[in-house]
């Protein structure tokens, strides 16, 4: 905002009940994107917008979704997000535009582009791109063939390293990776779903992914467990060459009880 760049927030995975009190693995989602919110807060007038790349509430309820848009209200700037498997499209489109989140799809600049895509599959955890969503991002691109470009959906377009989240990632990544190398504007893609910091560059393209706002899943494992390390969130920056910076900020410390013996949720 002023500085010569755009400046992006990204949040993801806060799995919120519509009781606020309500816990999932020893953790209060309510507050501990609460404690992410107060890191968050050291960037206020710094930030252009805020992106939730999915999995906004846990039991996909309205009260959720109503509460995340308003306690998202107090940094002033546009929130967009996209579906996770956890969430459902129905309630939020239902319930958005609220407060500070938009529907909106396409975030459009001077010299930058980012397309969200929903990779929710009814009824299941892995993610999938239909045609609806990939036709999407190819007229995106087809359009505004000289922006720079982001693509940003919820599930992991690459392997992370985890076999039992691998199976469990985007099934048709070969379509998305096709459309992708047509446009060499696009440089960057941006997911959640994997509650972990995960970045590779693949095939020339920069992966990114940001922790969960709750809790972190285990990194390089084959089965599910959790991994003792504070919630947080990604910030972006978007130079007009194209070139991005990011890195993530977490806060002190793990917010809740850590339950090293979870074997699921
Ligand atoms: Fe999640």
Redesign the pocket.
């Known amino acids: 905002m002023g500085n010569g760049f755009l400046r992006i927030l990204q949040v993801s995975?806060t799995?919120l009940f519509a009781d606020r009190n309500k816990a999932l693995l020893g953790v209060q989602p309510q507050k501990s994107f609460e404690g992410v919110l107060d890191l968050m807060r050291k960037e206020s007038g710094k930030i252009d917008f805020i992106i939730h790349s999915g999995?906004l509430s846990q039991d996909y309820s309205e009260p959720a979704y109503i509460r995340i848009a308003e306690m998202l209200e107090e940094f002033k700037v546009p929130v967009y997000c996209v579906p996770?498997n956890?969430d459902d499209p129905k309630v939020m489109a239902a319930v958005y535009p609220h407060a500070a989140i938009s529907n909106d799809r396409h975030i459009i600049t001077k010299n930058w582009q980012i397309i969200l895509l929903d990779s929710h599959k009814p009824g299941a955890v892995e993610g999938y791109l239909d045609h609806h969503q990939l036709n999407y991002l190819q007229h995106c691109l087809h359009t505004y063939p000289e922006h720079h470009a982001i693509a940003l959906f919820h599930h992991q377009p690459v392997p992370v390293g985890s076999r039992w989240l691998d199976n469990l990632g985007l099934t048709n990544a070969d379509e998305f990776w096709k459309i992708v190398y047509e446009f060499p504007r696009l440089k960057n893609v941006l997911f959640?779903?994997v509650?972990q910091e995960f970045e590779k560059v693949f095939n020339g393209i920069h992966c990114y992914s940001t922790p969960?706002t709750c809790f972190q899943f285990m990194r390089n494992q084959d089965r599910f467990g959790l991994e003792n390390l504070p919630p947080g969130f990604r910030w972006i920056n978007l130079h007009d060459d194209g070139r991005l910076e990011t890195a993530v900020v977490r806060t002190d410390k793990y917010i809740g009880v850590f339950d090293e013996k979870a074997t699921g949720y």
Do not use: T
């Open positions: 995975d799995h999995d996770g956890h959640g779903h509650h969960s």
